[in-house]
Every structure is written in C-alpha cells, then in structure tokens.
C-alpha cells in the first residue's frame, strides 16, 4: 500500500519533516534536544529559468553569433555572465574563489538579486546592439 499525502505549504512541510525528523531520532535512540528544522530558500522558479535561459542567454547568444559569424552558445554566454556579473565565493579549504552558482543567487534570500543579474546582462547585450527584452515583455513573468 502506498501513502500519498500532497504538501501544499511551507509550513505543511516544516511539519511534517518535524514530525518524520522526531520519528527517526526516537527510533535510532538520538536525543532530540535542539533540534531545529528550516526550510531552504526557494531555487529558480520554472519560469525564471525560462527566461534566462530561453530569453536572456538564448537571444544573447543568436546576436553575439550574428556579430561575430561564428556559433555561440547559450552554454558559453551561461558561463560568461556567471564569471563577470555574479559574485565569487571562497571554495573552503583552497585559496580559488569561484563564482555563485545561479542558483544559489537565488537561494540568497535577495529577491531583488536575479533581477539584477539579469539587469547586468541587459546592459552587456544593449552595449553590444542587442535588445532583450524584460520578461514581461515575453510572457515570462515571475
């Protein structure tokens, strides 16, 4: 028999991950005192990641191809921004730092921060003679 139960709330699930988390302690003979439970920031939504990638990358990408004659990928202007409009974060235990992944941009708890990024990419394609549009301008709204 399969159980299925749908969490429609963040305070649903904080819930129920308490109660399964108490579950598992008690049974494994851990004590749970202090226990503390949070919920991670949310990711990119779908939409968000639409638009950057099917939007903002991909037209990007087309008008930087145009210029230059030669194929370029969304992959490659993906890894372009990241180096030069995300903010770089130390790798522990080495002395590189690395920029932000985007999805931890979003994880950031600044909901104003992929906006921003994407501001940024805005500004390198209209400096380059290409227009991206915003994303309500294509029905990605978010």
């Not at 649903?12 to 991950?17: H, W």
């Not at 770089?88 to 985007?102: A, Y």
Request: charged share 25%.
């Amino acid at each position: 028999m399969t159980f299925r139960h749908t969490i429609r709330s963040a305070e649903q699930l904080e819930d129920v991950t308490i109660r399964l988390l108490r579950g598992y302690i008690r049974e494994n003979g851990v004590p749970d005192s202090g226990l503390e439970v949070t919920l991670a920031p949310p990711k990119r939504t779908n939409r968000q990641n639409a638009y950057l990638w099917g939007v903002v990358y991909k037209t990007l990408a087309e008008g930087m191809s145009e210029q230059a004659r030669e194929i370029v990928k969304p992959k490659w202007v993906h890894e372009l921004c990241k180096e030069h409009f995300m903010p770089r974060i130390d790798v522990p235990g080495t002395n590189k730092t690395v920029p932000m992944s985007t999805t931890e941009l979003c994880r950031s708890g600044n909901e104003d921060s992929f906006q921003d990024y994407v501001t940024q990419i805005q500004a390198l394609g209209a400096a380059k003679g290409i227009f991206i549009p915003d994303p309500n301008e294509g029905g990605y709204e978010y």
